[in-house]
């Protein structure tokens, strides 16, 4: 880290400032900037701070109503999150705060029994700020207010039966809160974060030049888009329909998975558009942009049109087929991402964009 | 457990398919294969396939041949007729291949509930066959043990020292194993997912090859958490040169080499700022010419090779190509490949992946 702060303190004294920055693909990284990280996290933060206040109101006066906003406000941040979760750069990928905002998958459901153990011995330890996040990153983010909000014995929360269970889920979203402040300030204009992704150059540990930036961000496309379908349909939507796990989805309690799909999807369609990267093309092939457009739009339509409790979904032949075309319909964006648009771009046609050994 | 052995046998049948009728003619030169084959190496082809590929020190593709999917690592041994191929993980297949070319390749697999992690290591005498590999069940890495006088059968397994096992290698004193436990709890049902981020913790293995004891391990210490060391070679005076990959803040830099012996402490390799940015964080291979006392460090994701002195570990030069990543020793300087296709000076229509065996 010491290495970490000489390097910073170099750059700082050499990058321009954001006002600053020029040329073609330096435009597209202000973009996402501007357009696309900056909004995303200070919606973040918006939802976070009434996830916050709706719980602490409902702990204070439990009632159906105010229940039901916490439900609504947690959805609301789920979402939110959803829209930014594969953009996995700066301040997001220091003190596991990807993890402390989700811990997903969970194979063996470490999170979930910590949280029902939590519960059933009423253990102080998590109905506080500062000792929950000394605790595992399992019980700190959206899994375990989701099994607070939605999981057996939720009905607690209705009346001052549930007050613990109301503060450990307030706690919760105090962290979640908490992130999101750390997110919107580390993303701040004249911050290193903005100052590293605006400038690539020699000392840039992110990315020495134009490429390399542009390999970050088609790169953030195309991994999102393939943990959207190998992570969170893969998870629950087996060969045969006999092999599928809904309740290995992730949030199926709160009926929210085909929401956070869609979510991710629209996320990354925002990416690719404000970022105005397709702008890059060579001029004969400027409609490969609407073409990746297009390929992210049918996987959102295909999701919007099955957006049901995953419970649910299985239990329909057809349904589980529009979901193995959602799975089809993101492979063809990977594909015209991956393949044709970065190649046009004149990116590598290597293993770039593939995670390594 | 019904259903994995239904998935094994499936997947045996498509590997037959694919062997049967997957054997790619040879290229021209086919004459010249039989003596100047020295190198290997996976390779995706541009509709999407992989293969294997022998190939002459000028990189001239020799031969090739069909792999069901991704091969990664390689293996050769002086006193055995065969070298191998492993399956990126997760993939639960190798390929055993006479670079003479007088036996028929022979495909073989991992137990259930195993996968390959990528990489292993001949014993001395060439008769058994250790692998890296990962209990998916449990998270445990596994060194599996194969009978390669007996069609390569499983034959046991002990543990690798850790969660990850990654390359491994067999000391010069020949009864001795070393293997880089990456640290990261992978399973199949997702298969590039890292499942244990925020838990993880790389570490060095020593393990008697005989008895599968562990002799030490190297853990690496707490600050760097989110390092995970990957690929290892060591060289004639027993030090193990390891270099890394880095899973937090891209803007952190980490110190991705390092060196480790049997009785001696890690010790991490200061790098000038420079070199540090070159590797994105990121080395994927590791290489030694003790004919120069030198090893070789390069990265893809940055495309640069370091070149370091093996005796005090400073740096001689480094080399800049875009995704560059094999490396082999090859005379008084090493071969490179790159996932763009080059191979030594040849441009080939291919990407290579990130190993280059000498067989």
């Known amino acids: 880290m010491r290495i970490l702060a000489a390097v910073i303190f170099c750059i700082l004294s050499v990058f321009p400032s954001a006002a600053q920055v020029d040329g073609a693909t330096k435009r597209v990284l202000s973009n996402v900037l501007i357009n696309y990280i900056q909004p995303r996290y200070a919606d973040l933060q918006i939802k976070s701070q009434a996830l916050k206040g709706d719980i602490a109101q409902l702990c204070e006066i439990p009632s159906d109503a105010n229940f039901k906003s916490a439900r609504l406000s947690f959805l609301d941040f789920a979402n939110s999150w959803a829209q930014i979760e594969w953009f996995r750069v700066g301040p997001i990928m220091s003190k596991n705060r990807v993890e402390r905002i989700l811990f997903y998958p969970d194979r063996k ?42 999981g057996t014995g939720f009905e607690a929360l209705k009346s001052h039966d549930g007050a613990f269970r109301c503060k450990f889920g307030h706690a919760v979203s105090q962290n979640l809160t908490d992130i999101s402040n750390t ?53 629950f939507l087996k060969d045969e329909a006999k092999l599928d796990r809904p309740k290995s989805a992730l949030m199926w309690r709160s009926e929210n998975t085909l929401a956070m799909i869609i979510s991710g999807l629209s996320g990354l369609e925002k990416l690719f558009t404000e970022s105005g990267v397709e702008q890059l093309l060579p001029q004969e092939n400027s409609a490969l942009g609407e073409s990746v457009r297009f390929e992210l739009n049918q996987a959102i339509n295909t999701a919007n049109s099955i957006d049901k409790a995953v419970l649910e979904l299985i239990q329909s032949q057809d349904d589980r087929q529009k979901l193995a075309y959602l799975k089809l319909a993101i492979g063809f964006a990977i594909s015209r991402i991956d393949n044709d648009f970065s190649q046009q771009l004149g990116l590598s046609a290597g293993f770039s964009f593939g995670d390594g050994d | 457990m019904r259903r994995l052995e239904l998935d094994r046998r499936a997947f045996l049948l498509g590997v037959g398919a694919s062997i049967s009728n997957g054997i790619l003619p040879r290229d021209a030169g086919a004459k010249a294969f039989e003596d100047d084959a020295i190198f290997a190496s996976g390779f995706r082809q541009k509709d999407g396939s992989f293969g294997l590929a022998l190939l002459s020190e000028t990189g001239d593709i020799l031969y090739r041949h069909k792999l069901p999917a991704r091969g990664h690592g390689l293996a050769s041994n002086l006193h055995s007729q065969w070298s191998i191929i492993f399956a990126r993980r997760p993939g639960n297949f190798a390929l055993a291949f006479d670079p003479k070319n007088d036996k028929e390749p022979q495909l073989f697999t991992t137990p259930i509930n195993r996968h390959f992690y990528g990489h292993g290591a001949f014993s001395t005498n060439g008769k058994l066959l250790f692998a890296s590999e990962n209990n998916f069940e449990t998270g445990d890495g596994k060194i599996g043990i194969y009978d390669v006088t007996d069609g390569f059968t499983h034959i046991g397994e002990f543990g690798s020292g850790g969660i990850g096992p990654h390359e491994i290698i067999m000391l010069p004193d020949g009864k001795s194993l070393c293997v880089a436990n990456g640290g990261i709890k992978t399973h199949p049902q997702f298969p590039r997912t890292k499942l244990n981020l925020e838990s993880m913790r790389s570490n060095i293995a020593f393990i008697d ?23 290892l070679a060591c ?13 937090g803040n891209a803007f952190d830099q980490a110190p991705l080499i390092a060196k480790v012996s049997l009785g001696n402490a890690l010790e991490f390799i200061d790098l000038p700022a420079k070199q540090m940015v070159g590797f994105k964080n990121y080395i994927g291979s590791v290489s030694i010419n003790d004919n120069e006392g030198v090893v070789a460090l390069s990265s893809p994701k940055g495309g640069q090779v370091l070149v370091l ?3 005090d570990g400073n740096i001689l030069h480094s080399y800049m190509d875009a995704g560059i990543c094999g490396l082999a020793p090859l005379q008084n300087k090493f071969i490179k490949s790159s996932e763009n296709g080059r191979f030594g000076s040849i441009q080939h229509q291919l990407n290579w992946d990130n190993h280059i065996g000498v067989i």
Request: net charge negative; glycine share 10%; hydrophobic share 40%.
């Open chain 2, 209 to 231: 090859a005989v008895s599968g004891t562990i002799k030490e391990v190297h853990q690496l210490p707490a600050t760097w958490s989110l390092l995970s060391m990957r690929h």
């Open chain 2, 309 to 311: 002195n093996s005796n």
């Open chain 1, 183 to 235: 997110l919107v300030a580390g993303w701040e204009n004249d911050g290193i974060a903005a100052k590293f992704w605006l400038n690539p150059n020699d000392e840039n540990p992110l990315y020495r030049n134009d490429n390399e930036a542009l390999n970050v961000l088609i790169g953030t496309m195309v991994h999102g888009l393939e943990a959207l379908s190998d992570v969170r349909i893969g998870a």
């Open chain 1, 109 to 150: 459901s470490t999170g979930l029994k910590q949280v029902q153990r939590a519960l059933a011995n009423e253990d102080a330890s998590v109905t506080s700020f500062g000792s929950l996040t000394q605790k595992s990153v399992a019980v700190q983010g959206l899994g375990a207010l989701e099994f607070i909000l939605f």
């Open chain 2, 235 to 247: 060289d004639k005076n027993g030090n193990v040169w390891m270099g890394g990959q880095y899973e």
